[in-house]
């Protein structure tokens, strides 16, 4: 904690001493976008933002009880996901207004033999935005659960409720399928 302490102190004073930062936290914040976003192009760009926030909002980072700069990052990388998702919901309604004669959609024919990655993804998809980021830093992130509490600002075991509640409805809605 304090060398991170020293890093952001640095950077602070020199730009140029950000890149240390953004290597040591790079990789995590790329794997949780990756489990967020499937197109490329886009995840590079939702990470891109999330450092560029971080840059210019150093100053406003500050150590409250056992806030990290990792679960700061989170926080911004789960606003970026949020809001990339909230603008696609936006723009597929204002798509779907103005081709109001296209084609039936193709259903999805996934194998239903063994686990489907896609098809979780879909249904990950069906859940509130919380419990999407939720389920990716426990799964797909393999975050603690303290280190989730965190990110979300709240405590261990109601990280452990919402995480049980978000399982059971995505259970739901793929056995639904």
Not at 49 to 65: C, E, I, P, Q, S
Not at 139 to 154: C, L, P, S, Y
Request: net charge positive; hydrophobic share 35%; with cysteine.
């Amino acid at each position: 904690m304090e060398r991170e302490e020293e890093k952001i102190r640095d950077a602070r004073k020199d730009i140029k001493c950000f890149d240390a930062l953004y290597s040591e936290y790079y990789p995590i914040i790329d794997r949780f976008v990756f489990h967020r976003v499937s197109d490329t192009q886009t995840r590079h760009e939702i990470v891109s933002d999330v450092f560029y926030t971080a840059m210019n909002k150093l100053n406003m980072f500050r150590w409250f009880g056992k806030g990290s700069f990792q679960a700061w990052l989170i926080r911004i990388a789960m606003n970026e996901v949020n809001g990339y998702y909230r603008q696609a919901k936006r723009n597929t309604r204002i798509r779907e207004k103005l081709q109001w004669e296209s084609e039936a959609q193709v259903g999805d024919t996934g194998d239903d033999d063994g686990f489907d990655y896609g098809k979780i993804r879909k249904a990950m998809q069906q859940l509130p935005l919380k419990d999407q980021n939720l389920l990716s830093l426990r799964f797909f992130n393999k975050m603690r659960h303290q280190n989730i509490a965190e990110v979300f600002k709240t405590s261990e075991g109601a990280v452990k409720v919402r995480l049980h509640r978000a399982l059971n409805r995505l259970r739901g809605i793929v056995e639904g399928d």
